[in-house]
Structure formats: C-alpha cells, structure tokens
C-alpha cells in the first residue's frame, strides 16, 4: 500500500523509575523538540527494571498532560481494555479529548500483563476471552461517543495496538483509524498485508488506517524499510531509569523531516 500520509514521530514516555516532575519536564521537552505525539502505558507496576519501582497511572497523567502541553498529540500506547467499563473510558476519552482541544489518540488493546490484573482484582482470563471483550467493546465505545454532551471535539483517532492475525488485525479493519505493531521491516509488512486483507473482507479502504510500529533501532538502520512497507507513525520508547534520554528521539523527527521535505 503506498501512503501518501507524511511521516509522523512519536514518543512512548513510559512512566516508571521516574518522579512526575521528571515526567511532566520530559513530556515539555518532547513538545519542543517536535515529536507528533507523545504516549505513555496503562500498567500499574514497571514492565522491567525494580519490578515494585516507581510508576503512575496512565489516563490520570493524560488528564494532566494535556494542560501541560499545547500542540503535540497525547495517548496511551496502549489502554487495556480490561481495566475500565467502555462506556467509561469512552467518557474518560472525550473528557481528554476536550481538556487537550482535540489532540487525544484512543489506543487500545485486550491486555496482557498478568500481575496488574492479579494485584488490582481483575480476571484475568485467557488471551481469547480478553480478545473478545475487546471485540465487544470497541463498538460501545463508538456508540458511547455519540450520546455524550457535549461531544468529543473531533472523530477521536482510535489506536488498536497488537498483531493477532485472525482477531486483533480485524478488529482493527473494522474498527481502528490506526494500527500499531512491532517488529521489523519483513514483519511489519507481513502484518499490513493480512490487515489490508481483512478491510477487503469488509469493504473498508485500507488507505483509511494509519500504519505505526515500535522503533528500537536509528532511522539510518530500519527508517526506509519501514516506510518502504506503509509504516507512518515511528514511535520509539523511554523510560526513565537513569533520566530520559531524547537523542535517539531526535535521531527520528531529523528523519522524519528530511523524509517529509
């Protein structure tokens, strides 16, 4: 699929091993550097590193940044879905929405951490049962949206993040504005040809989906061959065991904007 979308950067400003004020001053620091969207977690304990380290909630801090911030776009990469009621989290979304002036991206996926669930009280399930509550959800989301006074301010963006072939990328084709994976170049393109097969099972433009994945490597490295595959949101990662470091972040808007020229 050729994209002529431009190229677009994101941040995954993971909130552990970091004080908020460390946070809050990084997320200002990515806003001026350039970067076209900045996203944190939804977990309630670090991924890795001191497993009972410091960490925050996820759409608490989106509330807050999105008055600290005036023009970059804010999510989370991704909310799972098990954790709030859709009709809620689709209240909590168009409240962000608005707080932000529209510049909230839903991203959300069915979950998978297994501690956050045992240690908060949730079921956990099995990796079906979590792909069908986010299958049933996505829909009440959407329907939830429009019965709110007021409205959110625009058609928010609706990130579905995870590359299950069967359920995630069609949940996707039917429901998502963008789509976010992992993995390399041959991988990603993998990934976007079964979810332009299944918008073709339902009669949507693929063209119409935004195509993202995690970057751990430099521009120089895998830039071109991602975007040789319809890749438009590079996203890379930082937390902050040690200070957040931005270079490999600016390594990609320097791209992004050569690419784009």
């Given at each position: 699929m050729t994209d002529p979308r431009p190229v677009r950067v994101g941040l995954q400003l993971q909130p552990q091993h970091a004080d908020y004020a460390e946070i809050r001053r990084t997320v200002a620091a990515v806003e001026e550097a350039g970067a076209d969207v900045v996203f944190n977690w939804d977990h309630f304990f670090p991924l890795y590193g001191e497993p009972d380290g410091k960490h925050f909630e996820c759409?608490?801090?989106l509330g807050a940044w999105a008055e600290a911030t005036?023009?970059?776009?804010?999510?989370?990469?991704v909310t799972c879905n098990s954790y709030r009621n859709p009709e809620l989290l689709a209240d909590m979304a168009r409240t962000v929405d608005h707080i932000s002036d529209g510049r909230l991206i839903l991203g959300i996926g069915a979950g998978w951490f297994q501690r956050d669930y045992d240690s908060y009280g949730y079921d956990f399930g099995t990796a079906g049962s979590r792909l069908d509550a986010l299958s049933e959800a996505l829909p009440r989301i959407r329907s939830r949206w429009q019965e709110l006074n007021p409205?959110?301010?625009?058609?928010?963006p609706l990130l579905v993040g995870g590359g299950g072939e069967r359920k995630t990328l069609r949940y996707t084709a039917e429901h998502a504005t963008i789509w976010h994976g992992f993995g390399d170049?041959?991988?990603a393109a993998h990934k976007c040809a079964v979810l332009d097969g299944h918008c073709r099972d339902i009669g949507r433009d693929p063209a119409e989906i935004e195509r993202s994945v995690a970057v751990e490597k430099s521009p120089d490295e895998v830039g071109e061959a991602l975007y040789d595959t319809g890749i438009r949101l590079f996203t890379t990662g930082q937390d902050g065991q040690g200070g957040y470091d931005?270079?490999?972040?600016?390594?990609?808007?320097?791209?992004?904007?050569?690419?784009?020229a």
């Open positions: 759409w608490t801090m005036s023009r970059i776009e804010i999510g989370a990469l409205a959110p301010t625009r058609d928010i170049p041959e991988t931005l270079g490999r972040l600016k390594d990609w808007i320097a791209w992004r904007d050569e690419r784009n």
